[in-house]
Nanobody, 119 residues
Framework: QLVESGGGLVQPGGSLRLTCAASELRYYHVSWFRQTPGAEREGVSC????????EYADSVKGRFRISRNKANNTVTLQMNDLKSEDTGVYYCAADDSGFGLERRSYYYWGRGTQVTVSS
C-alpha cells in the first residue's frame, strides 16, 4: 500500500516536499503523477529501483527533484519554485518492472495528496 503525504497550500514561488511510503518500496521503480479535474493524469518524475535513473517532465525540470531513502522505504519529491499550474492531486505509483512517465507502466497506486499553489 502506497501512502502519500506532504501536500498542502503554498504561494507561488514556494516549496513543498511530498513523500511516498510503503513497505519494501526499495524494490520498486517509483513515479509521481499529477492530475487536475478534467485532465489526464500526467507523469511528473520517476526514479529507478537503484536510484541510478531519474526522469522529469519538461514542465518541472530544474524545479523538482526526486530521491529515495532505501532504509526508510520512502521516495521524496522536492518541489521548488512552485507555479499555479503545478496545482493538482499528486499520486505515487510503483512497479517492479515498469518504469517511465507513462501511467500504464505502473500497477500500484496511492490515493493521492492535494497540492494547491495559490496566492
Amino acid at each position: 500500500q502506497l501512502v502519500e503525504s506532504g501536500g498542502g497550500l503554498v504561494q507561488p514561488g514556494g516549496s513543498l516536499r511530498l513523500t511516498c511510503a510503503a513497505s519494501e518500496l526499495r524494490y520498486y521503480h517509483v513515479s509521481w503523477f499529477r492530475q487536475t479535474p478534467g485532465a489526464e493524469r500526467e507523469g511528473v518524475s520517476c526514479i529507478s529501483k537503484d536510484s541510478g535513473v531519474t526522469e522529469y517532465a519538461d514542465s518541472v525540470k530544474g524545479r523538482f527533484r526526486i530521491s529515495r531513502n532505501k532504509a526508510n522505504n520512502t521516495v521524496t519529491l522536492q518541489m521548488n519554485d512552485l507555479k499555479s499550474e503545478d496545482t493538482g492531486v499528486y499520486y505515487c505509483a510503483a512497479d517492479d518492472s515498469g518504469f517511465g512517465l507513462e501511467r500504464r507502466s505502473y500497477y500500484y497506486w496511492g490515493r493521492g495528496t492535494q497540492v494547491t499553489v495559490s496566492s
